[in-house]
T-cell receptor, first 113, second 112 residues
Framework: NAGVTQTPKFRVLKTGQSMTLLCAQDMNHEYMYWYRQDPGMGLRLIHYSVGEGTTAKGEVPDGYNVSRLKKQNFLLGLESAAPSQTSVYFCASSDPTISYEQYFGPGTRLTVT | KNQVEQSPQSLIILEGKNCTLQ??????????LRWYKQDTGRGPVSLTI???SENTKSNGRYTATLDADTKQSSLHITASQLSDSASYIC???????????WGLGTSLAVNP
């Protein structure tokens, strides 16, 4: 099992450009999450999904959109990148019927100039 | 306001020594408390998860304690190894378990 994978690992964008971060999990988990991690702050939840075809806003959803067309994939989109979106982005998945544990991907380091 | 505070902010110990990291929280309603280990450049990895009724839980050389009355938790690392160098993050889940309150972490460096 690869667990949770994220693509790409690194990316540099110019202000106003768009991009999509891909998260994939092979554990058949229902729940998936997108977080961002910034220096001096705890992880913050951007959006999450409790199943295929569903999405919901987290703490800091502005400037981001998500889609969960397939159970194993969760996409995070930035339509018009801003320097404030420079961060490390983590995807996670969980199966709440088994445990509370969330499994994290390796992260995507995004820099917006 | 829901908060999780960790101390110390950073810690340096010698290989083979023990150490204890602290976590104080003000989260309501409490669901569970988790400790994660995050290596530099990697995603967090779960070490322990404790519910209200559990006051001690071990995972190898890691032992977490929870005092729900005083709203404190600790993570004790026994016989530290160089690979223990990482950030240790305390996370408290509130209510329906979808709202996680993350601490800022304790950065641990284990030196030879």
């Amino acid at each position: 099992n690869a667990g949770v994978t994220q693509t790409p690992k690194f990316r540099v964008l110019k202000t106003g450009q768009s991009m999509t971060l891909l998260c994939a999990q092979d554990m058949n988990h229902e729940y998936m999450y997108w977080y961002r991690q910034d220096p001096g702050m705890g992880l913050r939840l951007i959006h999450y999904s409790v199943g295929e075809g569903t999405t919901a806003k987290g703490e800091v959803p502005d400037g981001y959109n998500v889609s969960r067309l397939k159970k194993q994939n969760f996409l995070l989109g930035l339509e018009s990148a801003a320097p404030s979106q420079t961060s490390v982005y983590f995807c996670a998945s969980s199966d709440p019927t088994i445990s509370y544990e969330q499994y994290f991907g390796p992260g995507t380091r995004l820099t917006v100039t | 306001k829901n908060q999780v505070e960790q101390s110390p902010q950073s810690l340096i110990i010698l290989e083979g020594k023990n150490c204890t990291l602290q976590c104080n929280y003000t989260v309501s309603p409490f669901s569970n408390l988790r400790w994660y280990k995050q290596d530099t450049g990697r995603g967090p990895v779960s070490l322990t998860i404790m519910t209200f009724s559990e006051n001690t839980k071990s995972n190898g050389r890691y032992t977490a304690t929870l005092d729900a009355d005083t709203k404190q938790s600790s993570l004790h690392i026994t016989a530290s190894q160089l690979s223990d160098s990482a950030s240790y993050i305390c996370v408290v889940a509130a209510g329906n378990n979808r709202k996680l309150i993350w601490g800022l972490g304790t950065s641990l460096a284990v030196n030879p």
